[in-house]
């Protein structure tokens, strides 16, 4: 399982770390704008994305899981969000190079 805690729909599935690789990826909901857009464009969307997840929790969570998703709601800005993805790909892109999986 790619999240940090089993799922409640999934409970019988061990996440990577249960399993022995140690990384913990999980998915993210976010928004995509252009690299060149202000940041006050990127701030505003960031801030309303936030305030959806803090006001709506229970009904985002139900609509997610419809579709077979796991409802993890970012604790954390869109900025720091990113930069742990961009750390969870890095460890996974490791852990596949320390197993052979990709050349070094």
């Known amino acids: ?4 805690q089993r799922a409640e729909q999934h409970a019988q599935i ?3 770390k249960e399993l022995g690789y140690p990384i913990s990826p ?14 006050a464009v990127f701030e505003k969307l960031s801030d309303a994305q936030k ?4 006001r ?13 998703l796991i409802p993890e709601i970012p604790p954390c800005s ?5 930069r742990r ?3 969870a790909r890095d460890e996974i892109i490791k852990t596949a190079r320390e197993r052979g999986l990709f050349e070094k």
Do not use: C, H, R, W
């Not at 399982?1 to 940090?4: I, L, R, W, Y």
């Not at 305030?51 to 803090?54: D, K, L, R, S």
């Open 51 to 54: 305030e959806a997840f803090e």
């Open 14 to 16: 061990p996440t990577f």
């Open 26 to 39: 999980s998915g993210g909901y976010s928004f995509y704008i252009q690299k060149d857009a202000p940041k």
């Open 78 to 82: 869109s900025q720091e969000a990113f």
């Open 56 to 68: 709506y929790p229970g009904e985002i969570k139900v609509n997610l899981l419809k579709f077979e």
């Open 1 to 4: 399982m790619n999240t940090n």
């Open 85 to 87: 993805l961009i750390q």
